[in-house]
């Protein structure tokens, strides 16, 4: 049974920054993708951040030069550092995993993602 836990969350003024951290336990595939999606109040969920057990990280354009994904393969754990955070990154933010490694261009897609984590909000004001 695999179960993703967030930590990190918090509230913060623009400008600020916030360090999430996702862990996966019960996990045992050794290739996978894993990263972070969004959902904003009265939004649809979209995605973030994403890197696979290559290495390979995709970003969504609107965080792209503010969020860095990085992982710690060996733990099954990714962070996200975000800086200069702004009002319309609020939203509730979910960790995602998938057992195996994802193309590039559905890497941001969260239907190709089978593991969730209850998610960790996130407020800039």
């Known amino acids: 049974h695999v179960q993703l836990v967030e930590s990190g969350g918090g509230s913060v003024q623009a400008g600020g920054f916030l360090r999430l951290s996702c862990v996966a336990s019960?996990?045992?595939?050794?290739?996978?993708?894993m990263g972070w999606f969004r959902q904003a109040p009265g939004k649809g969920r979209e995605g973030v951040a994403t890197?696979?057990?290559?290495?390979?990280?995709a970003y969504a354009d609107s965080v792209t030069g503010r969020f860095t994904i990085s992982q710690d393969a060996a733990k099954k754990m990714v962070n996200l550092q975000m800086n200069n955070l702004k009002p319309e990154d609020t939203g509730t933010y979910y960790c995602?995993?998938?057992?195996?490694?994802?193309?590039?261009?559905?890497?941001?897609?969260?239907?190709?993602?089978?593991?969730w984590g209850q998610g960790t909000q996130v407020t800039v004001s």
């Open positions: 995602a995993a998938v057992g195996h490694i994802l193309q590039c261009g559905a890497t941001l897609v969260q239907n190709n993602f089978k593991h």
């Open positions: 019960g996990y045992t595939d050794s290739r996978y993708s």
């Open positions: 890197i696979d057990s290559d290495g390979v990280a």
